[in-house]
């Protein structure tokens, strides 16, 4: 070769591939081929959808460039792999030609993602302050989650002070906390019987006393639940039914199913306008959606 070529430090992975999609044509095959593979060897969970962007000649003979999207939930994030022109071989890794990373020109720039709001099903969910407000957040949460106490905090903190912010809360319990279900479909069962019912035990499971209850056992939590609608007038029974067949259950998983469209990685996940907020919501952040 005239090219001198050099391979970074990420390395080269030769994969065969192996197509068992029979209804596609050929090259839809390789595309669906090499998505596959490159799942498998970067490990990158089902929920993160990869697309194909395109095509193109490479530098490498009889290889073909692949660009691809990995699309995370809050940028997608460009990636270039080489393949070979029958399928078989899959290169994965930085490609340096005189010193250039040409997988990385290729590739580009992650770029932030945007979320259709209409896809949350904003409209089945509780809401706090302003119906119309100017700037809606939507929030993934859940009562064990210490860091989602801490967002909650500063969110009420907020709601105070600018009654233009529509906030809407989506459970999104975490396995890797064994009383998140629980604790969700508690809350969701006061869902059923109206707002302030829901919003009463929300605040009460983010306060310091229902942070210290909530390792408790479900009947304990229950019962604590129990006497603090009673004593807002809010309708026991219709909470008990609620529990009792299920229902609060349902809305729990229909919020997580919304969640994991996106899909939701981790809590607390607050979305703004459509936009991902990294690092949390505070004052700085929220005057740019608020025009000041």
């Not at 009889?62 to 995370?72: L, P, R, W």
């Not at 949460?141 to 969110?155: D, G, I, L, R, T």
């Not at 004052?283 to 608020?290: D, I, M, R």
Request: charged residues 25%; proline residues 5%.
């Amino acid at each position: 070769m005239a090219k001198k070529i050099l391979f970074g430090v990420t390395g080269l992975i030769f994969l065969s591939l192996v197509v068992t999609a029979q209804s596609f044509p050929q090259e839809d095959k390789l595309v669906q081929g090499t998505i596959e593979q490159i799942r498998m060897q970067m490990r990158i969970p089902k929920e993160i959808q990869i697309t194909f962007v395109e095509k193109r000649e490479s530098p490498i003979p009889d290889f073909t460039m692949m660009k691809f999207y990995v699309i995370g939930p809050d940028r997608e994030t460009p990636l270039v792999v080489y393949v070979d022109k029958t399928g078989e071989k899959i290169i994965l890794g930085s490609l340096i030609i005189k010193g250039e990373n040409v997988t990385r020109k290729e590739a580009g720039e992650p770029k932030p993602r945007k979320i259709d709001m209409g896809q949350l099903d904003i409209e089945k969910s509780a809401v706090r302050g302003s119906r119309e407000g100017k700037v809606t957040v939507v929030e993934f949460s859940n009562f064990e989650c210490p860091y989602c106490v801490k967002s909650w905090a500063k969110m009420n903190e907020l709601l105070v002070k600018n009654p233009q912010i529509k906030y809407v809360f989506k459970h999104f319990p975490l396995q890797t906390l064994p009383k998140s279900f629980e604790l969700s479909e508690i809350a969701g069962a006061a869902q059923e019987v109206n707002a302030e019912a829901f919003w009463a035990v929300h605040d009460f499971l983010f306060s310091t006393e229902g942070q210290a209850i909530i390792k408790s056992e479900r009947g304990v939590i229950v019962k604590k639940v129990e006497e603090l609608l009673a004593g807002k007038n809010q309708d026991v029974k219709a909470f008990q039914t609620a529990l009792e067949k299920g229902l609060g259950r349902k809305r729990v998983e229909a919020d997580m199913a919304t969640g994991n469209k996106i899909p939701i990685m981790s809590t607390p996940t607050v979305i703004v306008n459509g936009d991902f907020i990294r690092g949390g919501l505070n004052e700085k952040v929220l005057e740019k959606y608020l025009g000041k």
